[in-house]
């Protein structure tokens, strides 16, 4: 089995998956799991991959990983083919192997290994393999959760083998400033959506966040901004935009994040009639491999689980049949955990064999033995669940 599963992890890591690219991927997921014997494995319309084992009962659990990664990040610097699937020192190195195809391919063999035991499952077992998580977290998800409700959510994303019982959100903020174009000599004929822009960027700066003890403070920062006419050869520009990421604790909403943005901007219009802004949440849509269109605004709430959920204490209790210390840890970044916990309020957790130091970096790397840890893991909590 250890063979096996490595060299299913070694084969993903060899298959190139960027967002949108997937389709040779989601071929070898489905193939592995119908290889592994699972009663069912269909591909939806946006290329995602759901496998499901039989149980006897009503009740279910999902384990969802996605397919799709990052372009490779400074390939020049690379020690190692990101491609390659190279082990080194106990350490399987490549693009995705952190985060998060080994994740991927441990669920797929530790939901597997039920297979033979499903006398003891008192309901069914999933696994799926998401596109188009790396930008649109969640999305997808949804899609298959608008079909499968599970009463429980696994996730396997990088966590150094910790228990993730929550996740920081994400937003996408964009600021568009108007103004009025004149030539750069004589400015006083003009409206310049550049300095309109950077008043607004100072009064930002004196937006409070609130803090959450799980998962910290809120974050705010600037990602790009751009005017318009670009390049603006002797012209003061008519249009400015924006965009801030903002990282978001618990219980905050699309309202509640952009309401002291758009304060800031009732404000400056207050205090001089021309200025021009609005604030807003962007609104997104890429095409799946499918060719399917896969849209939503760039909102992905942040999600905290009771310490006391059911599956909280299944998962001690994998920790504690496997003898692998139970580290309590919470998502910096966000998951599609967003859809299952942060939208349906699924009771959701996250548990991966990779740091998540190793997330989008150069000599991407996940130690052999903590794939094997996660597998067990995975099964005995699915295990507990369903026994």
Known sequence: MKSALIDFCINCIRTESRSGREAQMATLVAGEMKKLGYDKVIIDDYGSVIGKINGSGEKSVLFEGHM???????????????????????????????????ALAAMIYGAGELIEQRDRLRGDVYVCAVVFEETME????????????????????????????????????VIKTSGKNAHSATPEYGINAIDAM?????????????????????????????????????????????????????DESEESILEPFKKIIEKLKREKSDFDGTASIEYAAEKTYTGALIESSRFFPGWIIDTGSTIVKAALDSYSRLGIEAEICYYPF???????????NIPTIGIGPASPEMVH??????????????????RGIALSLLE
């Not at 799709?68 to 080194?88: A, H, R």
């Not at 429980?152 to 996740?167: C, M, R, T």
Request: one cysteine or more.
């Open 68 to 102: 799709d990664t990052v372009d490779v990040p400074s390939i020049e610097q690379w020690s190692v083919d990101p491609f390659g699937g190279e082990i080194k020192d106990d350490k399987l190195y490549g693009l995705g192997s952190a985060d998060m195809k080994s």
């Open 334 to 344: 966000c998951t599609d955990g967003s859809a299952s916990a942060g939208k349906r």
């Open 138 to 173: 969640g999305v997808a998800f949804e899609k298959i959760l608008d079909n499968i409700n599970p009463d429980w959510v696994i996730l396997g994303e990088p966590s150094d083998l910790k228990l993730a019982l929550g996740q920081k959100g994400r937003a996408e903020i």
């Open 361 to 378: 970096k150069v000599d991407e790397y996940v130690r052999i033995d903590d794939i094997m840890k996660v597998k067990n893991l995975y």
């Open 198 to 250: 950077h008043k607004f960027i100072c009064k930002v700066n004196e937006i409070p966040f609130n803090s959450s003890e799980q998962l910290g403070k809120g974050i705010l920062e600037i990602t790009d901004i751009i005017s318009s006419p670009y390049p603006g050869s002797s012209v003061v520009p008519n249009y400015c935009r924006a965009t801030y990421d903002r990282r978001l604790i618990e």
